[in-house]
């Protein structure tokens, strides 16, 4: 089963559809406790920084376990953005710090929010980007970008007006700055090597 974490923010039933149809068995959790024993964890979200968290801060406990135990855990667009220490949208609410960084607000100079798609530039080749080529559009929507002080962890970028962290990967950690659940085949296929590595 993959537990598809419902905490107020976000259209789950998008990201549900999609894991239907590359096969897996998703099912939408409300309760922290429903994430023991999941075999992977989505974690998407739509919204402000500081909303989110206060709406994921009861989830926390439960989705550290996880990581703990290697659950493969996958973070969707602010799914993304609360793995960080913190945000310029919401100052002096803390992030998740997974990933020492912050997420900062795209330069004035560019459309915002970067609504649309745009093109992935491969910096590491990790599982969940198996199938996927320099170049491959993804569909964003988001007008703040993370910015990770270990660059490692960076997975892939793309270009609005500068570089703008993609995707990173960290152990059973993978997180999108895009919706793959909106990003047709190439989308699905990130989705599919996610489902893979669940069984592994």
Not at 176 to 189: D, I, N, R, V, Y
Request: aromatic residues 8%; hydrophobic residues 40%.
């Amino acid at each position: 089963m993959i537990a598809i974490v419902d905490y107020g923010m976000g259209n789950l039933f998008s990201i549900y559809n999609a894991l239907v149809r590359v096969d897996a068995a998703p099912e939408i959790v409300r309760e922290p406790e429903g994430l023991a024993g999941a075999d992977g964890i989505v974690v998407p979200g739509v919204g402000a920084f500081g909303r989110c968290m206060d709406r994921l801060s009861r989830f926390e406990g439960a989705l550290l376990r996880a990581r703990e135990e290697k659950t493969p855990i996958f973070g969707i667009c602010i799914g993304l953005q609360v793995l960080f220490d913190e945000s310029e949208e919401s100052p002096g609410a803390e992030g998740m710090g997974w990933i020492r960084g912050k997420v900062v607000r795209l330069p004035d100079d560019v459309m915002i929010p970067q609504m649309g798609w745009n093109s992935l530039n491969i910096k590491r080749h990790v599982k969940m980007l198996e199938g996927i080529s320099e170049g491959d559009m993804f569909y964003f929507v988001h007008s703040y970008h993370c910015v990770p002080e270990d660059k490692s962890v960076i997975a892939a970028t793309t270009e609005h007006g500068v570089e703008v962290t993609a995707a990173v990967a960290m152990d059973n950690l993978f997180a999108t700055q895009f919706h793959p659940e909106k990003s047709g085949a190439k989308g699905l296929k990130i989705l599919e090597n996610f489902v893979r590595c669940t069984k592994c």
